[in-house]
């Protein structure tokens, strides 16, 4: 597509529920990134990937969120027993080689855990 | 971890008058990048500085580095309501190491 979709947009469930996130990043770009941001806050880097591998998993904040991709392109993250510290905008974006350029960012997947 | 961290955290002007903010970072770079974010949604690349370059433009833009002191600045000229927005500085490391983002300067431009 022309830009880095993400969907939903907006998702609001309950403490304990799982959720999943999607990436749909620009064709070509072989780097892929997932951010989070709490309100007013910035951006917390939480998982990236290139290719299918992840070489930096370091930002993830606990064994309960995971994320996938599939065929180079579309990318799943998944927080599992979401807790109410989970409620933020979690923002995807990608980059094309060499990868030290300008990120393309998502609209990003607002997610509230009640 | 922040790598970068922008001052002041918020800002606020009269429209046409210019605006400068400032960013500090800790490690050595291979560039730095500025982005600005509209109403807490997706990030929009403004301009990349590259560790040998000194000074650069963009329509009204103008960010400097100065890699001795690990400091850049964003200067908008002759601002606008609609440049009101958050403005991120990020960089990068070396090859293929996710962007670290400060936590942004709010920009507020009175008409």
């Known amino acids: 597509g022309a830009g880095v979709s993400q969907s939903p947009s907006n998702k609001v469930t309950e403490k304990g529920k799982d959720v999943e996130l999607r990436c749909d990043p620009i064709?070509?770009?072989?780097?892929l990134y997932w951010y989070r941001q709490s309100l007013g806050q910035g951006l917390e880097f939480l998982i990236y990937f290139q290719g299918n591998s992840a070489p930096d998993k370091s930002g993830l904040p606990s064994d309960r969120f995971s994320a996938e991709r599939t065929g180079g392109s579309v990318s799943t993250l998944t927080i599992q027993r979401t807790q109410q510290e989970d409620s933020a905008v979690y923002l995807c974006?990608?980059?094309?080689?060499?990868?030290?350029?300008?990120?393309?960012f998502g609209e990003g997947s607002r997610l509230t855990v009640l | 971890s922040q790598q970068g961290e922008e001052d002041p955290q918020a800002l606020s002007i009269q429209e046409g008058e210019n605006a400068t903010m400032n960013c500090s970072y800790k490690t050595s770079i291979n560039n730095l990048q500025w982005y600005r974010q509209n109403s807490g949604r997706g990030l929009v690349h403004l301009i990349l500085?590259?560790?040998?370059?000194r000074e650069k433009h963009s329509g009204r833009l103008r960010v400097t580095l100065d890699t001795s002191k690990k400091s850049s600045s964003l200067l908008i000229t002759a601002s606008r309501a609609a440049d009101t927005a958050s403005y991120f500085c990020?960089?990068?490391?070396?090859?293929?190491?996710?962007?670290?983002f400060g936590k942004g300067t709010r920009l507020s431009v009175i008409a």
């Open positions: 974006a990608s980059s094309r080689p060499p990868n030290t350029g300008e990120l393309f």
């Open positions: 500085i590259r560790s040998n370059e």
């Open positions: 990020a960089t990068v490391n070396s090859g293929n190491t996710p962007l670290v």
């Open positions: 064709s070509g770009h072989t780097a």
